[in-house]
């Protein structure tokens, strides 16, 4: 299983139930393809960087997921067939997020070692 990350920027003008409804589906899609979700975090309505489809805002979403090689490609081709979808990037991330511990007693070593080498 491989480490991937997806933000998507959605229209600001959908409600709350809307958002919801788009993010459950992109999940179903994730999952429906054998992945699963690890984190999921809504940053909300926020000013783009520059205007898209005449628009100067968006709601943001991040999902961390595990999944097969095959799953960005299909969440890609249904978010382009999503009109309220407005932007989004998916990317594969290392090995060493997939598993915090190993990664938080690495930063843990290297910074002993580096109090030794003052001491």
Known sequence: MINYELLFIMKP???D???KKIVDIIKNIIVE???EITREEDWGKRTLAY???KLNEGY???????SNSKVPGEVEKRMKHTETIL???IIKLGRELKKP????????????????MEI
């Open 13 to 15: 003008n959908l409600s």
């Open 17 to 19: 139930e809307e958002r």
């Open 33 to 35: 393809n054998g992945g």
């Open 51 to 53: 205007e898209i489809k």
């Open 60 to 66: 943001y979403t991040l999902l961390n997921f595990t």
């Open 87 to 89: 932007r989004w990037l």
């Open 101 to 116: 511990d190993k990664l938080e007693k690495k930063k843990s070593k290297k910074a002993e070692v580096k109090t030794e």
